[in-house]
């Protein structure tokens, strides 16, 4: 290798430190902001078990933490276990969640699962992510909100439509799929906030980064926030 590419690469490798330690400190203050708006940020659905939480982030998908909370009490008095899940008629099981709209799919999806949580795990929700992927209609990011909330493991982020875009406006990430946000995160956060940060980034949404029109003058991250892809036009205050 020549003297001048030698210095190039060294360069280049000198800018890439630099634009890391930039980043993670940037990471650092969003991180410390949301700790001051949010101490408390958790899980909002209302749950007792990891089976019950894993029944409510299914009943969650295109639907609020508020309806599902309104629907899981008489459910889960109904069904108490894996066992009462896979064993009902399907149709009975449509009825008792069709307020959480895509109530078909919802219920075989929790049905299916719970067959399999039956078949190969004992009847008890696995606490590994390859075993709780390999369920039925669940995905990376049910499963991050099971084994963060279920069982206190952070093995990545959840990434849902709030915390993608809040990731994307915070100046955190450029992936442009859920999967590829969810590495950017975590290899710029520690481990221990994986699980807090995506509940205050999905409560910070819904409160002021909203999707249309985020209300970016009273914002409590403006100062911090390099707001990328927003329109300043839309919060003229
Ligand atoms: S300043 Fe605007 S874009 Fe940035 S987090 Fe706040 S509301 Fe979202």
Redesign the pocket.
């Known amino acids: 290798m020549s003297a001048e590419m030698s210095s190039s690469l060294k360069k280049t490798e000198a800018t890439g430190n630099l634009f890391k330690s930039a980043m993670s400190r940037h990471a650092k203050k969003i991180l410390a902001a949301l700790k001051k708006i949010y101490p408390d940020a958790g899980c909002s659905l209302s749950f007792r078990s990891p089976l019950e939480l894993l029944v409510a982030t299914i009943l969650s998908a295109q639907c609020t933490d508020v309806q599902v909370n309104k629907v899981t009490p008489k459910l889960f008095r109904q069904f108490r276990s894996a066992e009462d899940y896979a064993a009902v008629p399907l149709e009975q099981l449509e009825e008792a969640i069709r307020t959480t709209g895509f109530f078909h799919n919802k219920a075989k999806n929790i049905q299916n699962a719970c067959r399999k949580i039956i078949s190969t795990f004992g009847g008890q929700v696995p606490d590994t992510m390859e075993s709780l992927v390999s369920l039925p209609g669940v995905g990376r990011k049910t499963a991050n909100v099971v084994l963060s909330n279920g069982f206190g493991r952070n093995e990545g982020f959840v990434v849902d439509t709030h915390v993608f875009r809040?990731s994307h406006?915070?100046g955190l990430s450029e992936g442009n799929t859920p999967e590829k946000v969810e590495q950017e995160l975590m290899v710029l956060f520690p481990q221990t906030d994986w699980g807090y940060l995506s509940h205050a980034l999905i409560l910070?949404g819904r409160q002021?980064?909203k999707a249309r029109k985020?209300?970016?003058g009273g914002?409590p991250?403006?100062k911090v926030?390099p707001?990328g892809g927003?329109d300043n036009t839309l919060d003229p205050e």
């Open positions: 809040l406006r915070l910070h002021f980064c985020p209300l970016c914002c991250l403006t926030c707001k927003v």
